[in-house]
């Protein structure tokens, strides 16, 4: 029986994503598309045209006096806290009572019959300020006497002061890191439904549900048993969707329990990207001593961020870039601090990688700089300092090193890509070519995975098996595109052993798991997987304690195989043993629950075990520049990650693909830009770029390390996947410094800022030769 039967799609296997099919065909659902109660009305933001200033009245008469208004919301309309603060810091209104704070500022929203009536009624009020000073970036904010929008953050370890004292080699040098939108295929919306009493129905499209369900019944004053948020699914998130997306669920709920009707918000594209948060740009002082071979001797970094004019998640997120400011190089003394400065632009917030990309820059800087100092090539350098052996495994901030499989990755990397030999190749071409210059880098990433705010590193799941054998999937986990639900299902799948097609994956709802974390920190599958599979084992428990009372055999002689249940020498049918397990009464439904071990953090001290394991992975980018134009191309890119025993190699390629090319479009052509009023101008596809199909390496070679597994106990011995590979962009900003350092014979570094967009390329490649 055994080889006759067989189950699809199970863990550690290929398998498409479960809603693929209706992506590309139009047939998936969003909260866009669900089909709107008799009398919706819809919602729009009216937003401030200064960057700073006294609020002194608003003038709504016009604004009312449009056809089809039914009313607006102001600050006064706030039954109950008037704050979105997701850290509870009370700094982020719904709107504002006295104080502008930002360029493009949600003031107040219209309620009208149509979303065309209420987006052009709330150009009609008339604002009336006294504007104030305002300083758009973080070296402003400081030289202003701005405040930090949170604690600054100081990791230390060693003799920072000492060791510089007797350097061999010091380096002292500035970095600015530009920030980037998270630019998703769809934007924010909320579709809230009132209930009887104080209930109310949110749907939004929201990486952390919970949160938003918290922060509704707060901005209504109600229990957030009151309130339900569901997600289907969203088309893309990238972090954007962790805490930004409780303003419209807050004004979405707000106009629905007062005018008692199902209520719409949907931002064009523009207010989508000036009034929510983007990653944080950084300006980064670094200052390094190193011996003649290269070997870093101390690091001393200041970070400072552009944070907005609030906190959100600002905290974590300069913490975080602390903690990457290492990448995969042991520092033996070290100081590294954090200034979180308030700016008066819009509150930046999550994305992708939530700091580390940051700090994971300024130290492949820091390594650049130690190569074209000592002549070497820069992987000879990485190599020499990479974390590795006992008294070089102590992070900055005090965790060990304990799994690092950099070494073995990086030199098949360096083999398979043949990186020594058309590194030789490009520096010879560059000798003869005077207009098109060509660079090859090599980068690794280390990145730590887990919340550094330990209480999120927890998740629920709700399985329910039906007595025909069909099975229930419901986590805390949400959708974005990533392909979470088909893992969490196949990791059920494989555990009940029975068919994927058994399982039905359903909304993330608050109303079946509570106190669902963000999807965030690469941690989706970690914890929900796990979750999911504790529910299971409870089921299976009940199960197999049932078989053994009734068929009076051992547990040892009860299995799980192929759709089918072996009990000693009987053979039944999944849905056959269900069905006798129901009839027997047996409970077939659990509650799973998993919180990841091992992991500590003590803030104040600057110490701890903040991640739980590493994910390791490397690239390697050739370039081509023009220095007539600053233009360049990708013509080659090798990617070898480290995602342990993959659960959908498929998927997780995917992710790795997808997170190289957003992370090289961060490096080199998605600027931001503020003018002097403090307006974005960058704020729609046309003016921000993010990069096409034709901006892809010409060759990509993409591949796991699938001799690698997880030395911690994650569900199945797998890896996070999500954020991990974003930072392989970097080898391509390090191949495009190489082609500009090659101008003035690689005797100094380019020292580019971020993005490297064609006209700093051109800029650097001007000043090198002018210095030359």
């Not at 009609?124 to 070296?139: E, G, Q, S, Y």
């Not at 905290?315 to 308030?342: C, I, W």
């Not at 998993?594 to 370039?623: L, M, N």
Request: charged letters at 20%.
């Amino acid at each position: 029986m055994k080889d006759n039967v067989s189950i699809t799609g199970t863990a550690h296997s290929d398998r498409i994503h479960d809603s693929a099919s209706k992506h590309v065909t139009g047939a998936a659902d969003y909260t866009d598309d669900i089909t709107l109660p008799e009398g919706t009305l819809h919602a729009y933001l009216g937003v401030s045209d200064v960057a700073h200033a006294t609020l002194l009245d608003i003038d709504y008469t016009d604004v009312l006096a449009t056809p089809g208004v039914i009313g607006i919301l102001t600050a006064e309309d706030v039954p109950g806290v008037n704050d979105l603060s997701p850290t509870g810091r009370n700094d982020e209104p719904v709107f504002p009572t006295d104080l502008i704070q930002f360029h493009g500022q949600p003031l107040f929203a219209v309620i009208a019959e149509t979303r065309d009536i209420a987006r052009h009624a709330a150009e009609k009020a008339k604002i009336n300020c006294d504007v104030l000073p305002h300083a758009l970036d973080p070296i402003q904010a400081q030289q202003a006497g701005y405040p930090h929008v949170t604690a600054p953050l100081k990791l230390e370890r060693g003799d920072v002061d000492g060791a510089f004292e007797t350097a061999s080699n010091r380096i002292k040098g500035r970095i600015a890191v530009g920030g980037q939108d998270h630019m998703y295929l769809e934007g924010h919306i909320a579709l809230a439904i009132p209930g009887e009493d104080d209930d109310i129905i949110v749907h939004s499209s929201t990486q952390h549900p919970s949160e938003a369900q918290h922060m509704v019944a707060q901005v209504l004053g109600v229990p957030s048993n009151a309130v339900v948020v569901n997600v289907r699914r969203m088309g893309g998130g990238f972090g954007g969707k962790e805490s930004q997306m409780n303003l419209f669920c807050a004004v979405a709920a707000m106009a629905a329990k007062k005018w008692n009707r199902a209520v719409k918000i949907r931002p064009d594209r523009d207010q989508d990207m000036t009034a929510t948060g983007k990653r944080h740009d950084f300006v980064i002082d670094y200052d390094v001593s190193f011996d003649a071979a290269g070997r870093i001797e101390a690091v001393n970094g200041s970070f400072a961020a552009r944070c907005g004019f609030s906190s959100d998640l600002s905290g974590p997120v300069t913490d975080r870039a602390l903690f990457h400011a290492d990448n995969a190089y042991f520092y033996p003394n070290v100081r590294l601090e954090s200034h979180p400065m308030k700016t008066n632009t819009v509150s930046n917030t999550a994305f992708r990688g939530f700091g580390g990309p940051q700090g994971v820059v300024a130290a492949e800087r820091i390594i650049e700089e130690i190569a074209y100092a000592t002549g070497q090539d820069p992987l000879d350098v990485r190599k020499a300092n990479f974390y590795g052996g006992k008294g070089r495994d102590i992070t900055p901030y005090h965790q060990k090193v304990e799994d690092s499989i950099l070494e073995r990755l990086v030199e098949e990397l360096e083999t398979t890509s043949d990186y020594r030999q058309r590194r030789k190749d490009i520096m010879a071409f560059n000798e003869t070519s005077p207009v098109l210059k060509k660079g090859i880098a090599l980068t690794p990433v280390k990145f730590g995975i887990s919340f550094t705010a330990t209480w999120y590193n927890q998740a629920g799941a709700l399985v329910h098996v039906y007595n025909d054998g069909s099975i229930h999937l419901n986590h805390g986990g949400t959708e974005m595109g990533q392909g979470l639900n088909t893992k969490v299902a196949q990791i059920v799948a494989e555990a009940f052993q029975v068919d994927f097609e058994q399982i039905k994956i359903t909304k993330t709802t608050t109303e079946k798991v509570p106190n669902t974390s963000a999807t965030a920190a690469s941690s989706g599958t970690d914890l929900n997987g796990m979750a999911a599979l504790n529910a299971v084992e409870q089921i299976k428990a009940r199960l197999v304690e049932f078989a053994t009372r009734t068929w009076g055999v051992t547990a040892e002689e009860v299995s799980f195989h192929a759709n089918h249940v072996f009990i000693g020498k009987d053979i039944l049918t999944f849905a056959a043993f269900i069905k006798q397990a129901y009839l027997a009464r047996v409970q077939l439904s659990a509650a799973g629950f998993y919180k990841t071990p091992k992991i500590h953090w003590d803030r104040a001290k600057g110490q701890g075990r903040p991640f739980y394991y590493y994910a390791y992975g490397a690239a390697c980018s050739e370039v081509t520049i023009d220095t007539l134009t600053g233009e360049y191309r990708v013509e080659r890119t090798d990617i070898l990650h480290d995602v342990g025993r993959s659960l959908n190699p498929a998927l997780d390629k995917g992710q790795v693909e997808g997170a190289f090319i957003q992370g090289m479009g961060w490096l080199t052509t998605e600027e931001l830009w503020w003018d002097n009023a403090g307006r974005l101008r960058t704020h729609a596809p046309s003016t921000y770029k993010i990069p096409l199909a034709s901006d892809r390496p010409r060759i990509f070679n993409v591949n796991l390390a699938d001799w690698s597994e997880n030395r911690e106990l994650t569900v199945k011995r797998s890896k996070a996947v999500g954020e991990p590979p974003f930072m392989l962009g970097i080898s391509v900003f390090e191949a495009l410094s190489m082609a500009v350092a090659s101008v003035a014979n690689y005797r100094a570094c380019p020292r580019l800022d971020a993005p490297a967009t064609p006209e700093r390329v051109l800029l650097a490649v001007a000043r090198l030769q002018a210095e030359g």
